[in-house]
């Protein structure tokens, strides 16, 4: 069976460079996922942070994400 990405950097936003996973709780809105899209620049780093809500039923489908 090929794997599939459940989400990835966007283009233009925010979190355009590497993302990490911080955490993830189940919520009555469905799973929270939170990520790390922080970006540096030089000896600086803007620290940033990224969420992603997945359906419960089905947990591959993201049902909201973070725009800014």
């Known amino acids: 069976k090929e794997s ?3 989400f990835t ?3 233009n936003m925010f979190d355009s ?3 990490s ?3 993830a709780i189940e919520t009555s809105d469905g799973l929270l996922l939170l990520y790390d899209a922080s ?3 030089g000896n600086k ?3 940033q942070l990224g969420a992603v809500v997945f ?3 089905h947990p591959t489908q993201p049902i ?3 725009i800014r």
């Open 4 to 6: 599939s990405l459940l």
């Open 9 to 11: 950097s966007r283009q």
């Open 17 to 19: 460079d590497e993302l």
């Open 21 to 23: 996973v911080v955490g």
């Open 39 to 41: 970006a540096s620049a």
């Open 45 to 47: 780093t803007l620290i």
């Open 55 to 57: 359906d419960l039923k």
């Open 64 to 66: 909201w994400r973070s």
